[in-house]
Nanobody, 123 residues
Framework: QWQLVESGGGLVQPGGSLRLSCEVS????????IGWFRQAPGKEREGVSC????????FYGDSVKDRFSISKDEAKSTVGLQMNNLKPEDTAVYYC????????????????WGQGTQVTVSS
């Protein structure tokens, strides 16, 4: 049974950094794609970053390129999202999710979800 648990969210000032972590249990991490998604109030869920089974297929949304970095630690069964130079528009609930063979980093193609962690960027 899949379980994904996010941690690391919080309140940060613009320009600051946060590191989110997604702990995965129930299935082997190296068999699945893992993605980070976010949803702000009144907006659709957005693909932030996704990483493939080997760690070689990495996607970043246009709004986070050059600021966010995704990484996978199979030994610890965790996927991290390092977020630098945060902006107020990054404020959202961040979710990690898993999929067996998605075509895109799109929430409709991911099957298993964590409960989310709130990130608020504000001065």
């Amino acid at each position: 049974q899949w379980q994904l648990v996010e941690s690391g969210g919080g309140l940060v000032q613009p320009g600051g950094s946060l590191r989110l972590s997604c702990e995965v249990s129930g299935y082997r991490l190296d068999y699945y794609f893992i993605g980070w998604f976010r949803q702000a109030p009144g907006k659709e869920r957005e693909g932030v970053s996704c990483i493939g089974t080997s760690g070689g297929d990495v996607f970043y949304g246009d709004s986070v390129k050059d600021r966010f970095s995704i990484s996978k630690d199979e030994a610890k069964s965790t996927v991290g999202l390092q977020m630098n130079n945060l902006k107020p528009e990054d404020t959202a609930v961040y979710y990690c999710a898993a999929a067996y063979s998605p075509f895109r980093c799109n929430s409709t193609e991911y099957d298993y979800w964590g409960q989310g962690t709130q990130v608020t960027v504000s001065s």
